[in-house]
């Protein structure tokens, strides 16, 4: 009857290929956290200009809503 190895490398395993098959876990590990890095930095930039674009157009309506003679023609963000 097959004996199973619940933990540790079976003994008839060659330690070249686990050693490669470990490389190239870590290498689409590695991958994957940079993928992840640039998403979160773009996520990040998008929520900044979200934050200055609100910003912005609470000031210009304040601005504008506070009546100080100015042309506000113009069109708003």
């Known amino acids: 009857m097959y ?5 540790g490398v079976h003994p008839r ?4 290929d ?3 098959t470990l490389k190239d876990h870590i290498e689409s ?3 994957h956290r940079q993928l992840l890095e640039t ?4 996520h990040t930039a998008i929520e900044t200009l979200d934050d ?9 309506t304040t601005h ?9 023609t113009h069109t708003q963000l």
Request: charged share 20%; glycine share 6%.
């Open 64 to 72: 504008t809503a506070a009546g100080d003679g100015m042309d506000h």
């Open 18 to 20: 686990i050693v490669c």
């Open 39 to 42: 998403v979160w930095t773009t």
């Open 3 to 7: 004996c199973r190895f619940e933990s």
């Open 52 to 60: 200055h674009t609100q910003l912005l157009e609470t000031v210009w």
């Open 13 to 16: 395993e060659n330690v070249v």
């Open 29 to 31: 590990l590695d991958d």
